[in-house]
């Protein structure tokens, strides 16, 4: 999956329908591209915590070549330090 553009609270209903589809077809790697991201704010955090709440534990989750703004937020949101890091890899 790939997330391009501004990740805001104006994507939050699409972002919404993404997880649903996500969690409907289990698959054992989730890669999620975030190289086009221009803009993420608490959108794209909100996404990545119900995300890791749907997916079963043994899901992979790779969060693919994330842009300096992305990169940003999964930093100041401590991401890259936290139990998150458990669950994601950032790549």
Same mark, same amino acid.
């Given at each position: 999956?790939?997330l *391009?553009? &501004?990740? &805001? +609270?104006?994507? +939050? /209903?699409?972002?919404?329908d993404a997880v649903?589809?996500?969690a409907? &077809?289990r698959?054992? *790697?989730?890669? @999620?591209?975030l190289a086009a991201? +221009?803009?993420?704010?608490?959108?794209?955090?909100? !996404?990545?915590?119900?995300? !890791?709440q749907?997916?079963?534990? &043994?899901t992979?989750? @790779?969060?693919?070549r994330?842009?300096?703004?992305?990169?940003f937020?999964?930093?100041?949101? +401590?991401? /890259? /330090?936290s139990?998150?890091c458990?669950?994601a890899r950032i790549?």
């Amino acid at each position: 999956m790939s997330l *391009v553009g &501004d990740v &805001d +609270t104006a994507a +939050t /209903r699409l972002l919404s329908d993404a997880v649903d589809w996500l969690a409907d &077809d289990r698959a054992p *790697v989730v890669l @999620i591209d975030l190289a086009a991201v +221009t803009y993420a704010g608490s959108a794209l955090l909100n !996404f990545l915590v119900r995300l !890791f709440q749907v997916m079963p534990a &043994d899901t992979e989750v @790779i969060l693919w070549r994330p842009s300096p703004r992305a990169n940003f937020v999964l930093r100041t949101a +401590t991401m /890259r /330090r936290s139990d998150m890091c458990a669950m994601a890899r950032i790549s």
